[in-house]
């Protein structure tokens, strides 16, 4: 594959959290049908963080990784909910719904943000918890920062009093919709249905229980000149639709977990890889937890500080 020029979509960075005492997340469980219902190993998923940041090491993807010795927050492996960058040197920090996964936010995350790259600001909206109102980051949206829309799954993580907050001071347009798997079961983040890279979408379109709305969700993104890879519920239920675009050394990557890989068709791989290598992270203890790589990785989509 041709080297490509940088894209806005794809972060050549990011922030990952290596858990100690991972384990499955009981306050998630009632509104996360991805979940498994019983323990997990702490030290496979200790060894699968360790091993997906050193893959994308190597394909050159500059990965910040911390590590999580507590056992108070089952879910910290999943740092994209609580902060997201944005270019121009902005950090968003996000209000969680789930009481025990607001101690994920870790000052010395932003602190390492602000030595390694440039940032101008800092918006909080983890006071709207106070208010019920959550916004569970790159959970509960996912980002066009090319065409500038938020794409939001209607929930309990998603207050549109905070989404509209957020693409107010983010200059995103909001474009929300309900979404629910065949068994009529609401999504509960949208970053399952759905994954944006810089020329393609991941989506699973017939999710979205609106007729009319997911026509719209479509051109939306076909009008952004994306080639829209509609996915299955079975794909979505093996978590393809959780992936992300990162920019490598050798061009972008698109990484998915094996199971998302292994759940897509020849002719899918084909259209993602027309601009996109294709690199599986193996994470099934990860996944037992309700979510994916992407879940796992905050990209960062600052400006970096010249290193010495």
Known sequence: MML?????????AAVMIRPHHFTVNTQTAADNAFQADHPADAAAAHAEITRAAEVLRAHGVRVHLFEDQTRDTPDSVFPNNWFSTHAGGHVAIYPMKPENRR?????????????AYRVQDIIDYSGL?????FLEGTGAMVLDHIDRVAYAVESHRTSPIALERFCTHFNYEPMAFAAADAGG???????????I???????GLGMI???ARRAEVRQRLELSGRDVIDLTDAQIAAFAGNA???????GRILALSSTALNALTGDQKARIEASATLVPLDIPTIEMAGGSVR?????IHLSPRPQV
Request: one cysteine or more; aromatic letters at 4%.
């Open 4 to 12: 490509r020029a940088l894209s806005v979509q794809a972060p050549g």
């Open 103 to 115: 101690a994920e936010r870790r000052t010395d995350v932003i602190e390492m943000l602000k030595r």
């Open 129 to 133: 918890e106070a208010d019920g109102l």
């Open 185 to 195: 079961v609401p999504v509960y983040h949208t970053n399952v249905l759905m994954c």
């Open 197 to 203: 890279g810089t020329e393609f979408a991941l989506i």
């Open 209 to 211: 229980t609106d007729p």
């Open 244 to 250: 992300i675009e990162l920019q490598g050394a050798a």
């Open 295 to 299: 879940c796992t990785i905050a990209g």
